[in-house]
């Protein structure tokens, strides 16, 4: 049974059990079938058991992205239109799909071979009715762009290149450039019904490419809450200033805060967070 939204909004970490792990299966095929349930609602995934980032700790049932995880299943509303940037295997596309049943949601993945593995994650899970899954990258701009695929680490796919003498030292294949659509957020908005509630980002390093192409949605739903990992690393290997994209959110009228154990928000001021290595999830929303 689903959980009221009022408990949703009081439960904390203790109570992360909402997100609960179930047993994991090798089906084949470079393949591992993983088990999940959202608020009892039950959620199946496939994922590349040749992936080293993501694929071990979730095979082995550990909670994934806790903090977004906690947030969203304490927030989000049945009818809730959704973006999940930087898709990979689709897990904040399903789970948001699982959420909002009266909702729609669009996750955008460029890696081809990621991308059909959250399609068929969506089909697998009933979902293709709400959710729908494209292989592209969010930009600025409309056309395409090079990103560069990490072979054993899908997850740090990015327009920034790493070089050879890293993936040596991580023991991975050279990195393989790849070109793929681009398109904005803003171009997204007719297929959400011009109304976008909730928008996840991680595209590694590309986040100011996304907010330069969200203006209108931004601009037009004073609602929005974004959750965007913070990596000032990957955002300079991408060739952008740190601190002059946090002043772009602030200067859209955002107010930037920093997810907690159990889903809370903390406040964090522009210099903790330039101060910052990195912070696994913000929570940007327009300011009070």
Not at 69 to 91: I, K, V
Not at 114 to 122: E, Q, S, T
Not at 155 to 181: H, K, L, W, Y
Request: with cysteine; hydrophobic share 45%; glycine share 10%.
């Amino acid at each position: 049974m689903a959980l009221p939204r009022w408990l949703r909004r009081i439960v904390g970490w203790a109570n992360i059990s909402y997100a609960r792990a179930k047993p994991a299966v090798y089906v084949g095929e470079g393949k591992v079938l993983c088990g999940r349930s959202f608020n009892g609602r039950p959620a199946h995934y496939l994922v590349d058991a040749r992936d080293r980032l993501i694929s071990p700790g979730f095979i082995l049932g550990k909670t994934y992205e806790h903090m977004a995880t906690a947030w969203l299943c304490r927030h989000l509303d049945e009818d809730s239109h959704c973006l999940d940037l930087g898709a990979n295997f689709g897990y904040f596309s399903v789970l948001m799909a699982l959420l909002a049943p009266r909702g729609r949601v669009i996750g955008v993945e460029p890696d081809a071979a990621v991308a059909d593995y959250a399609m068929d994650n969506v089909v697998m899970n009933g979902l293709k009715d709400r959710c729908a899954i494209l292989q592209a990258a969010i930009h600025e701009r409309e056309g395409e762009v090079t990103l560069f695929r990490r072979m054993q680490r899908s997850g740090n796919t990015s327009i920034a290149a790493c070089g050879v003498d890293f993936t040596n030292s991580m023991r991975e294949a050279p990195e393989q450039p790849f070109t793929v659509p681009a398109l904005r957020v803003d171009d997204l908005l007719p297929r959400l019904g011009g109304r976008l509630d909730v928008m996840k980002v991680d595209v590694e390093g590309a986040e100011p490419l996304v907010f330069r192409g969200a203006r209108q949605a931004i601009a037009g739903n004073p609602r929005l809450r974004i959750i965007m990992e913070w990596s000032p690393g990957q955002i300079r290997a991408a060739g952008f200033a740190p601190d002059a994209f946090v002043d772009e959110i602030l200067g859209m009228g955002l107010s930037i805060g920093r997810l907690c154990r159990g889903g809370w928000v903390a406040a964090i001021s522009r210099d903790q967070l330039l101060a910052a290595p990195y912070l696994a999830n913000l929570l940007i929303q327009k300011k009070k």
